[in-house]
C-alpha cells in the first residue's frame, strides 16, 4: 500500500469548551510536525520502525502530551513513563516500564528490541541497560510540567473532599 | 499517551507507544503502554495498532491484539474489527480511550469512545490531517 502513518496524543475528556483557540492552534502544530516528520522519513525510504521511533520523539519532547516531558505524575509525586514497540514483519518487540531518568522512553524501548534478548525491561535494570547502550539519561526534573504537577495537587484535594477513586466517578477523566 | 504506526515503502508495519501513565498512579503502577499485545501490536498480515485510553482495560482485553485477531480469524476489515473492539467491547465493559490503526493496504482507523482523542495521518507529503475532538 502507499507509505503511510498515524499517531495519537492521548484520549480523554478532551473538549473544545475546555480548549482556549491558542492551545489548540499549539496542538494542532505538534501533530503536524510529528506527522510530517515520520512521512519525510518514509518518503526517504526509511523503514517503518524508524518513522514510528522519530515520530513518537517529536511528541515525547513536547510538555503538552502525557509522555516524555510533559508526562504525568504518580501519587508520589514523580514521573514513571513507560513505552513499547513493535515490528509487525519480524513479530520483535521491545518496551520499558517504570523508567524515570530516560530522556526518550521509545528509543529505550527499541534499544531492548535490537540489542537484548528481552522483550520488556523494567525500571532500575531498564535504565541501568539504557546507559551501557549509551542513550541519554537526564534528571528527573527533566520531565516536570507545571501544569501536570498542578493536576496532580488538584486531583488529590478533589480526593481528600469526596473521599472516592476520582476516577470512579469521571471515567471519562483521563488523568493523563 | 502519544503513539504512531507506520507503513513503509516495503509494505512493513510498525507500531510504538510512549506515557507517562495516569495521573495520581501508585508507583510501580504499569498500564497498558509498554504490554505488547495491549497497548502495542503489530503484523504485516494484518495491522499496526497503537492504545490510549484507561491502561487496565486495555491490558485485560488485550486490545490492540484483539483487533488483529478479529481481522484474521473473523476476515473483518480494519474499520471493522477497530470499531467492535472500541466501541463496543470496550464500551460494555467500561474501559474508555482509543486506538490508531494501520493496515498493509494503508487504511486507517482511529476509533474512540471518549469525549475526544488527538489524533490524525498522513499519506501525501506536506498533507498532514488532524482531528481533535468527535
Known sequence: ?176 | TVGCVALDAQGNIAAGTSTGGMTNKKWGRIGDSPVIGAGTYADNNTCGVSSTGHGEYFIRYVVAYDIAALMKYKGLSLEEAAKEVVMQKLVEKGGTGGVVALDRQGNVAMPFNTAGMFRGYIKEKDKPMVFIYK
Open chain 1, 1 to 176: 500500500g502507499p507509505i503511510t502513518l498515524v499517531i495519537h496524543g492521548g484520549a480523554g475528556t478532551i473538549k473544545k469548551e475546555n480548549m482556549t483557540p491558542e492551545r489548540e492552534l499549539a496542538y494542532r502544530e505538534k501533530l503536524q510536525q510529528a506527522l510530517n516528520t515520520g512521512y519525510a522519513v518514509l518518503e526517504n525510504g526509511g523503514t517503518s520502525l524508524d518513522a514510528v521511533t522519530e515520530t513518537i520523539q517529536i511528541l515525547e519532547e513536547s510538555p503538552l502530551f502525557n509522555a516524555g516531558r510533559g508526562a504525568v505524575f504518580t501519587s508520589d509525586g514523580k514521573n514513571e513513563l513507560d513505552a513499547s514497540i513493535m515490528n509487525g514483519a519480524t513479530g520483535e518487540a521491545g518496551a520499558v516500564a517504570g523508567v524515570t531518568t530516560l530522556k526518550s522512553p521509545i528509543l529505550a524501548a527499541r534499544t531492548v528490541m535490537e540489542k537484548s534478548p528481552h522483550v520488556m525491561m523494567a525500571r532500575e535494570g531498564a535504565e541501568a541497560f539504557a546507559k551501557e547502550q549509551g542513550l541519554e539519561i537526564v534528571d528527573p526534573s527533566y520531565f516536570y510540567d507545571e501544569n501536570r504537577h498542578n493536576q496532580l495537587q488538584k486531583l488529590k484535594e478533589n480526593q481528600e473532599k469526596d473521599g472516592t477513586a476520582y476516577l470512579d466517578h469521571h471515567p471519562d477523566y483521563k488523568f493523563g
